[in-house]
């Protein structure tokens, strides 16, 4: 998925669109030609985190070298963070020449593998006249959905609609991974990252991912289409014919593993909301200024999920327990107990929260929901706190100035 400006691919599309006919008949492929999947390594940067896909045309009788592209967006669209929070981001196919194309993966140290279509040539020229038609001002555009239809998805859909036959895609070998444990493998280089994006999933992420779905990782398609059959009748060809490394990147550098990621700092964090509960349990003598940063982070936490929940059209952020944890009514409580004289009477709604995090807690296990570390350390936290409030002080005292 790849962050390109819109008006650069539109204005080289169109030029690409222009040029096809030749002597006003539709273009035609040479016996030639090639039609290839071409798969790009992931990057560090987050909007190319899972790879990339792309679908490239080759006819050097033609001198015809062109990259159809279907990850093509733009950061300056009106609204574009709100509206991609919102599932409501258009996505299009975009063509480039195979040329720059290389050029820009290669600049951002990114390995390009190419797998070779074994197509007839019928097939390719139905690929090739569907992805110019694809490619046209008004057709271009797609609603984009993460697991459903991204620029892997688009380019697995293409093939599969275009060869005269079925694709026979192989069997999982193994176990089945879910949604989110495949992107988790991809986001690791990128603790925070994969923290918040954890937070916004929700139970859709945690089913297992068939051969099929698994497609919409770029490796994965790669991976697949490696060992899928055309089956027509009785007989069946392999999809790829020859798999070609363009660019080797080499090794990359070591994941985002380190002392700063969300379970180090959230885990000494802990250590230190049990030592200063613990001591001012001890004197029994409360301290305010804990209760308060947790209880508004959880809070807020929680109504931006609620958000997620019933306002984005992405279907993977549905049904999000992580809403057990990050109460939202938190963050009216937050501000309610800042009143001193009424902190007597909200000791129950810390009783009621106590329970309530012990249940998540023990449930966990169970729930049919992945659930980040980090997410548990949050909770054990706000539950030192609560533990404190509801059961262990026998009367609200301010602390010694």
Known sequence: MKQIYKSLFIAVGLVFLLVLPFQGKAFQLSQQAEVSVLTCGPSKQLHALYGHTAIRVNDPRRMFDVVFNYGVFSFNAPNFVYRFAKGQTDYMLAPEKYEDFLISYQRDGRNIYEQVLNLTQQEKQQLVDFLIWNAKPENREYRYNFFMDNCATRVRDVVMKQVDGDLIFPENEGLEMTFREHVDAYQRVLPWINFGINLTLGCPSDLKASVYHEMFLPDFLMKHFAHTQIKKGTTSR?????????????????????LLTPEWVLGLLLLLVIVMTYKQYRAQRASYWIDYSLLILTGLIGVVLVWFVTCSEHPAMKANLNLLWAVPTNLIFA???????????????????????????????????????????????????????????????????
Request: glycine fraction near 10%; proline fraction near 2%.
């Open 238 to 258: 392999p999809l790829v014919k020859e798999t070609r490394t363009i660019f080797d990147a080499g090794k990359k550098a070591g994941s985002g593993f380190g």
């Open 335 to 401: 501000f309610l107990w800042m009143v001193k004289a009424w902190r007597s009477a909200l000791t129950k709604y810390w009783k009621a929260l106590a329970v309530w995090l012990i249940l998540f807690l023990v449930g966990g296990f169970i729930i049919e929901q992945d659930f980040h570390v980090g997410f548990y350390l949050l909770t054990l936290m706000v539950l030192c706190r609560a533990l404190l409030h509801g059961f262990l002080l026998r009367s609200v005292k301010e602390p010694k100035a």
